[in-house]
């Protein structure tokens, strides 16, 4: 598989805008912002503990997620940011900073104040909002919350589980340290975007493909740390994560039902890409990602509707579209491919038509044929979607496309008009479809089966 993007999707079905509490205003101690008492930085008056009532709450608080029974769970590691040499952290509740990687505390307060993580080489302190701050130490920093009912904020996102900070040549890492079941709870919101109690099936599948997607990157109980400092990042590089302020009673419902189920082929838990919209039909890994290998759990399948004869993805508004690309991006286009083929000296080219080369087995462009005054250049599937930007600079939405006029100017090209189906990579399960299925009355178990031949349904350890 191509590593570090086979389980992101291209775009979530539905948005739903991120919510952020309101916070308890910071209350200053008297006399200073911040102080420092024998080996800690104390806070002098608490403001207002999290309210038990609700999972995510306007004013900040967040209720701990109802325990329910299932296998033991492993720690995710995500990075969050890694350049910024100045962090701002904060907390809902009753919190703190450790030292010596955790093991002793060095700061703590009650929830509200406005602390800031500064680096200096590769030392760190904390500071508060006046002059006041912590001698430097070595890092990491970890902020943890001192009860149940409190979170760790950074930058006005919340996250459940600890922060470590650790200062690099480059700024301050930050590494959300969370329980994979909790990490899902921040994931699913916004891969899948629905909250749709009626999509539950969806949400379910969803959950289990991210949760089989994490686990065959964070490292087992005991295993040495991954050499970066983290398994994975919040961005589309791997999966999106945007801590407590996404989730939703729906989607942690979703979560708890499938609680340590992986989808597995064989004894092995298989890596689970899913795309956005697949236009009817998926794609096998090899033919979104050059280094890829042959999966049988990654096959081209079917995905129409028999009900109506068309694809169960049709809800998305994505699924189908126009795209007009100009002759100066098809002329670059061309420059880069015979770059990246070992062309030392490559001279601007006359385009004079443009046409699908040949059809891998999903049905999608295998190439486009670039015809010039110099010959035919073939542009692989692999880098058409990066290389054919719109006006917009957009990347082209799939490579499920057909040419479908060659507008000229004079008797050159201007633009191409492709016609095209689906939205992403296509590879796996197609998420617009699996909402599509669980609306047509499809189980979670049949959803993951249908875009994942071969493969069951298990827990994980």
């Not at 997620?65 to 509740?93: F, K, M, N």
């Amino acid at each position: 598989m191509a590593p570090r993007s086979t389980g992101v999707t291209d775009d979530m079905p539905s948005g739903a805008p991120r919510r952020h509490g309101r916070w308890a205003p910071w209350l200053p101690i008297v006399g200073f912002g911040v102080m420092v008492v024998g080996a800690g930085l104390v806070a002098g008056r608490p403001v207002a503990a999290a309210s038990p009532a609700g999972d995510v709450h306007s004013h900040g608080g967040v209720r701990p997620v109802r325990a329910v029974p299932r296998a033991p769970d492993r720690e995710a590691w995500i990075a969050l940011e890694a350049r910024a040499a100045t962090v701002p952290a904060s907390a809902t509740g009753p919190w703190q900073i450790a030292i010596d990687s955790g093991r002793r505390r060095f700061v703590t307060g009650e929830g509200g104040e406005r602390w800031r993580i500064e680096r200096r080489g590769l030392r760190l302190r904390v500071a508060g909002d006046g002059s006041d701050a912590t001698p430097w130490r070595d890092g990491p920093f970890v902020a943890r919350p001192r009860d149940a009912g409190s979170v760790i904020d950074v930058r006005g996102t919340r996250y459940r589980g600890e922060l470590w900070f650790t200062a690099t040549d480059s700024g301050i890492l930050v590494v959300n340290r969370v329980p994979v079941e909790d990490y899902l709870r921040g994931v699913v919101p916004l891969e899948l975007g629905s909250r749709d109690l009626g999509d539950l099936a969806a949400l379910e599948a969803q959950a289990i493909a991210a949760r089989s997607y994490a686990y065959t990157r964070v490292s087992p109980a005991g295993s040495p740390p991954p050499a970066g400092g983290w398994h994975m990042t919040a961005t589309v590089q791997f999966q999106r994560y945007g801590g407590v302020d996404v989730e939703h009673p729906v989607v942690n419902r979703a979560v708890d039902a499938t609680a340590g189920l992986v989808l597995r082929f064989g004894n092995r838990v298989i890596d689970a890409p899913y795309c956005s919209a697949c236009g009817g039909r998926t794609a096998g890994a090899r033919e979104a990602w050059r280094e890829a290998r042959d999966r049988p759990w990654l096959q081209p399948v079917d995905d129409i509707d028999p009900r109506t004869g068309r694809p169960y993805c049709d809800l998305s508004p994505r699924n189908r579209w126009r795209a007009e690309i100009s002759q100066s991006v098809i002329g670059a286009a061309v420059e880069r491919t015979l770059r990246n083929a070992g062309a030392t000296t490559v001279r601007p080219v006359t385009i004079h038509g443009v046409r699908v080369g040949e059809r891998l087995p999903s049905g999608r462009a295998g190439s486009l044929v670039v015809g010039t005054d110099r010959g035919e250049v073939r542009i692989g599937t692999h880098t058409l979607r990066d290389l054919l930007r719109d006006a917009r600079g957009a990347a082209l939405a799939s490579t499920y496309f057909s040419v479908v006029q060659e507008a000229r100017t004079g008797g050159r090209l201007d633009h191409v008009t492709l016609d095209g189906v689906g939205y992403g990579h296509g590879v796996g399960m197609c998420q617009w479809g699996a909402i599509g299925r669980a609306r047509a009355g499809a189980s979670a178990r049949a959803i993951l089966w249908h875009y994942y031949p071969g493969t069951t349904v298990g827990l994980v350890e």
